[in-house]
Nanobody
Framework: QLLVEESGGCLVQAGGSLRLSCAAS????????MGWYRQAPGKRRELVAD???????NYVESVRGRFTISRDNAKNMVYLQMNSLKPEDTAVYYC??????????????WGQGTLVTVSS
């Protein structure tokens, strides 16, 4: 019913910028929230940024001021603009979509992840 797919991860130098994209496809009653998570080697998956329909973006403190999340509701896409990248930003980044199905069921779908590697 719902598919989420990320793209844009690559190798980038410290201090550089990168933009991740996530596309959600499928038929749902409403797309309630979309966000980005990341998981570095040996660490737990953490929220990076998310945004709900009609709400303000939320960011983990370590990326605040450097990353920007944005949504294109008409296309069901979400983006993560990453600036001033640091080696500690290296992780697999996952897109997450939260939606309501046509039977009013709760839907949570994760993308497969895209690897971002920041070199010194």
């Amino acid at each position: 019913q719902l598919l989420v797919e990320e793209s844009g991860g690559c190798l980038v130098q410290a201090g550089g910028s990168l933009r991740l994209s996530c596309a959600a496809s499928g038929i749902v009653f409403s797309m309630d929230a979309m966000g980005w998570y990341r998981q570095a080697p040996g660490k737990r998956r953490e929220l990076v940024a998310d945004i709900r329909s009609g709400g303000s973006p939320n960011y983990v403190e370590s990326v605040r001021g450097r990353f920007t999340i944005s949504r294109d509701n008409a296309k069901n896409m979400v983006y993560l603009q990453m600036n001033s990248l640091k080696p500690e930003d290296t992780a697999v980044y996952y897109c997450r979509a939260e939606a309501t199905g046509w039977s009013h069921q709760y839907l949570e779908v994760w993308g497969q992840g895209t690897l971002v590697t920041v070199s010194s």
